[in-house]
């Protein structure tokens, strides 16, 4: 149509101009338009006043104004010395409406229509509709959604513009009813099926959506599957084809796959061959994969990584190493050369930092161990990638080291980061029989203006406590990494109406500040210094030794203490480690000068162990224990306030918040703190059953056992305390949810209990 109305309208053109002279043009006339300025006409017009106009200019002009897309036809023709340019212009889309759309938002569908060209104010091409459509089906087709049908109404509008209007039946889900193997038969099909993400309905799965069918899942559990084979000694396994089907009704989907298992390899021989810029012997040791063991991909993938890994700490950041197999059929072995490739020493150019929108660059920078200038170092960016990671600042931390045009031995070292919130609010509750309803909320930013520091301010409260705190930190108060904070905060106690615990008030409000000093990678020490002002309230019910604590010391006393710390923390992550061990200790003592003198230690310990080699991937088992100690200096007794208590979150979980440990001569019923402590935990991490690779949910299993003891009593494991339970976690669209479940286990007849808490935290 387009060409056609060009080729009559330079017919009328030529057949005007023929055997007549070229024209000047002294003026131009439009002539048609309704929406588009004729600045825009002109704009794009060959011709302006002053030229000369022939056959082939015209022809030039027309097509000029064709290929604008704004007119569905363009003529020219020459009225004295006027140019007259006479023009259709194509409708334009005024609105556009969706109707029917709930799986998928509106603002989404009409994104995904701007890419096929259909978008309010565009000029409307009849030709794009069946295009709109075919990218809204699309649309519905990843998610699942088969039998959606579009369709479209144009209605013309005033002043050449139409309303486009798209009704959508969104239909039912397709859902996956059946997974088939053929071919098995190293491993039940069981076994493989638990392997994928993709799974028939499941009670979980109108969460994680993953019975819907998705061409990139697929792809991705079929891959898991040939390394499950291949990491067990079926160097041949195959995955000859795969076949998904849909009913006729579009609603159900059957995926079938055919294997080709092949036999089982073990390995002969594993040799060395190449150059070696780094002692044979010292690469050697880094290959995992042995003879006389099966054959596994992975630990050959391992072994390769390993040792490129080491060349790469001297340099050799383009090292090639390559496992090359000879199998031998007949007797189902293969034996390895792994073949090295050092290739040029390289050192790094420039390191850039892309994607920190509010994090400052030299919050980054700080944590970076590769130097600028310096031989690359695979273990220096993996480390300095690892402290990028523990900030908490990011939720994706991408490395690559592109080499440098031009150059054969330099690099670039480039990190792309994507941020997270690091704000939150967090809320809290819990309940007990005794303390009823908990609350408490926190506002915290933990990256405040991008520079690192973190602020908090928090307010905890109950029947037994309330506290307000505010607390700021600087972790690099120095260059060297020094970190400084500072923190205030007025807490009150009455524990009069906690049933169990000895009834005394206090009201505190102290203030501290405190630093941080690195010893290496993983080692830091603290020091500390602080202030406290203390007002103490006993009642007739107190406990003894809280009324003769106040007769002697009065029931006002100011305090000023030290702190001291030390800490080692090898963990894989701060938020949710899953390997590694922490280990802190800590003192803080009562100093000269003021009311009371005291020293109170704390020794914390975790744990972890990934559960992976015993077959049970994404496991972790986390063992923590905790022993805190106390007592008066110069003479003077231990201040009760400063004892140890026992039972609650935190500590042996069953029992209710404080109320473990000695009691009070005069009455048993009460609880009064010790200056011992001793507390462990083991807990099973594991995935949400259903929830396949899906990280927001999650379960443990624990065992807490513990108690606090009084200067004399003896800590052995009757007189400890223990429960067993069930914990759930799940970073939900409004924040972390944690519920737990514990039952007291050889509970005796004065303890007070609780099973049931819950926190709830909101991320801004």
Do not use: C
Request: aromatic share 10%; proline share 4%; no cysteine.
């Amino acid at each position: 149509m387009r060409l056609r109305a060009l080729a009559v309208s330079l017919a009328l053109v030529i057949g005007a101009a023929r055997g007549a002279e070229p024209v000047t043009v002294k003026d131009i006339r439009i002539e048609g338009i309704q929406r588009t300025e004729a600045g825009t006409v002109f704009n794009y017009l060959p011709l302006k006043v002053g030229d000369t106009i022939d056959d082939d200019k015209a022809a030039g002009a027309i097509r000029a104004l064709f290929a604008t897309g704004f007119f569905s036809d363009v003529k020219v023709s020459i009225e004295g010395d006027v140019l007259v340019v006479s023009v259709q212009e194509r409708p334009a889309i005024f609105t556009i409406d969706i109707n029917g759309a709930k799986d998928i938002t509106k603002d989404s569908l009409k994104d995904a229509l701007k890419t096929v060209g259909i978008a309010e104010s565009r000029i409307y091409d009849k030709s794009l509709i069946d295009r709109a459509e075919k990218e809204l089906k699309r649309q519905y087709l990843g998610r699942g959604r088969y039998n959606a049908q579009i369709t479209t109404t144009v209605k013309p509008l005033e002043r050449n513009r139409v309303a486009l209007t798209f009704d959508i039946d969104e239909g039912e889900v397709a859902r996956i009813q059946e997974i088939r193997f053929n071919g098995t038969k190293a491993f039940p099909e069981s076994d493989l099926l638990d392997l994928m993400v993709l799974s028939t309905p499941g009670w979980f799965t109108w969460y994680n959506k993953n019975d819907q069918y998705s061409k990139q899942k697929l792809s991705s559990d079929l891959e898991t599957i040939r390394s499950y084979y291949q990491n067990r000694g079926y160097l041949e396994f195959n995955i000859d084809s795969t076949q998904v089907s849909i009913t006729p009704e579009r609603d159900a989907i059957f995926i079938t796959a055919n294997l080709t298992e092949g036999q089982r390899y073990t390995v002969s021989e594993v040799t060395m061959a190449g150059s070696f810029p780094v002692p044979q012997d010292e690469l050697q040791r880094l290959i995992t994969l042995k003879p006389g063991e099966a054959f596994s991909r992975e630990r050959v993938t391992e072994s390769t990584k390993k040792i490129s890994d080491r060349l790469a700490n001297e340099g050799y950041s383009f090292a090639n190493v390559n496992a090359e197999p000879v199998i031998d059929k007949e007797h189902a072995t293969a034996a390895f050369t792994f073949t090295v490739d050092p290739g040029r020493r390289v050192y790094v150019r420039r390191i850039n930092i892309t994607g920190n929108a509010k994090t400052r660059d030299e919050v980054i920078r700080r944590e970076i161990r590769q130097l600028e200038g310096a031989w690359y170092s695979t273990e220096k960016v993996n480390r300095s990638k690892t402290r990028l990671e523990r900030l908490g600042f990011f939720s994706e931390i991408n490395v690559e080291t592109p080499a440098v045009p031009g150059t054969t031995d330099q690099v670039d070292v480039n990190f792309t980061v994507t941020e997270r919130s690091t704000g939150s609010i967090q809320l809290g509750a819990g309940y007990s029989t005794s303390e009823k309803l908990i609350l408490s909320t926190s506002v915290s930013q933990n990256n405040i203006f991008g520079t690192g520091n973190s602020l908090t301010v928090a307010l905890n409260t109950g029947s037994l406590s309330r506290t307000i705190s505010v607390s700021y930190f600087n972790p690099y108060y120095t260059e060297e990494g020094i970190g400084r904070g500072f923190s205030v905060y007025d807490r009150k106690v009455d524990t009069s109406s906690l049933t169990g615990v000895a009834p005394y008030s206090s009201e505190s409000l102290g203030a501290d500040i405190n630093f941080s000093v690195p010893l290496s990678e993983t080692d830091a020490v603290g020091f500390g210094a602080g202030a406290e002002h203390t007002k103490l309230g006993v009642f007739t019910t107190s406990a003894l030794r809280y009324l003769d604590f106040v007769n002697r010391f009065g029931d006002v006393t100011n305090t000023l203490k030290a702190t001291a710390s030390f800490s080692r923390d090898s963990r894989d992550s701060v938020l949710f480690p899953t390997s590694g061990l922490l280990q802190q200790y800590s003192v803080e003592t009562g100093l000269p000068g003021g009311d009371l003198r005291y020293y109170r230690a704390d020794v914390h310990g975790q744990y972890l162990l990934p559960l992976s080699a015993v077959l049970l991937p994404r496991v972790s088992l986390s063992l923590n224990g905790e022993y805190g100690f106390a007592n008066g200096l110069g003479g003077q007794p231990l201040p009760f306030f400063k004892n140890f208590f026992g039972g609650g979150v935190g500590s042996v979980r069953g029992y209710t918040t404080n109320t473990l440990g000695p009691r009070d001569p005069n009455n048993n019923a009460i609880a009064i703190g010790g200056n011992h402590l001793l507390v462990t935990n083991a807990e099973l991490l594991f995935p949400f059953p259903g929830s396949k690779t899906d990280k927001t949910l999650r379960l443990s299993l624990f065992t807490d056992a513990g108690n606090v003891f009084g200067s004399g009593d003896p800590i052995t494991l009757n007189n400890l305390r223990y429960s067993a339970g069930t914990a759930l976690t799940w970073y939900s669209p409004v924040g972390p949810l944690k519920l737990s479940y514990a039952v007291p286990i050889r509970k005796q007849p004065l303890d007070n209990i609780e099973r049931l808490q819950f926190t709830l935290g909101q991320t801004f």
